[in-house]
Every structure is written in structure tokens, then in C-alpha cells.
């Protein structure tokens, strides 16, 4: 089995800072990309950044300079450092990622359980 695990997530004023982090854990063999969205209500999900295994990294332009995706390969873990938070980064973020399992060929796409983000004005 693996699990992501998403935490950090909570109230935060305009301006302000946030880091969410997502662990993944269980029989892991290695991971591709690691990727977060998020989901404001009445609004389809968005990708809105993604970390290679080699460390490259891709933003959406609403975030672009605002937010940092890391990762920590070692604790199979992935960050999302945002700044410059505003009321429209409201939403549940999500993490994914794409990975192999131990004792199987293929890759696997699993999702965390998200985490709300609240930014009031």
C-alpha cells in the first residue's frame, strides 16, 4: 500500500506566508514527478506546480514567482512554500505523484486527501 499525506495547511492573512508539505509512504520503489493542485469551490482542479525526480520544476502563471515546489528524495516528501499569499489561493490542496511500487513494473498515480488553504483579505 502507499499513502500521501498532506499537512500545514490552515488560516492565513493577505500577504502571507504558508508551507503545506505532502509525505508518501508505504512500498515505494522510487517516485517521478510530484505534483500539487488545488480545487477553489464551484472550480475544476489545477495543476499548479511540478518537481521532477531530477529537481526540474514547472508553475502555473497564478502562482508563478509567489509559490516553491521542493522536494526532499530522501523522505520522499514534497513542499510547496507559498508566499505573497492573496483571498484567491483559497482552496484544498491536493498533492500527486507518479511512482513505482516495490516488486512491480509499472507506474502508479496516487493522490493525497488535500489540505484547505484559507487566505482572508
Known amino acids: 500500500q502507499v499513502q500521501l499525506v498532506e499537512s500545514g495547511g490552515g488560516l492565513v492573512q493577505a500577504g502571507g506566508s504558508l508551507r503545506i508539505s505532502c509525505a508518501a509512504s508505504?512500498?515505494?520503489?522510487?517516485?517521478?514527478?510530484m505534483t500539487w493542485y488545488r480545487q477553489a469551490p464551484g472550480k475544476q482542479r489545477e495543476l499548479i506546480a511540478t518537481?521532477?525526480?531530477?529537481?526540474?520544476?514547472n508553475y502555473a502563471d497564478s502562482v508563478k514567482g509567489r509559490f516553491t515546489i521542493s522536494r526532499d528524495n530522501a523522505k520522499n516528501t514534497v513542499y510547496l512554500q507559498m508566499n505573497s499569499l492573496r483571498p484567491e489561493d483559497t482552496a484544498v490542496y491536493y498533492c500527486?505523484?507518479?511512482?513505482?511500487?516495490?516488486?512491480?513494473?509499472?507506474?502508479?498515480?496516487?493522490w493525497g486527501q488535500g489540505t484547505q488553504v484559507t487566505v482572508s483579505s
Open positions: 508505504g512500498s515505494i520503489a522510487s517516485i517521478n514527478s
Open positions: 518537481i521532477t525526480s531530477g529537481g526540474s520544476t
Open positions: 500527486n505523484a507518479i511512482l513505482s511500487r516495490v516488486g512491480r513494473p509499472n507506474e502508479y498515480s496516487y
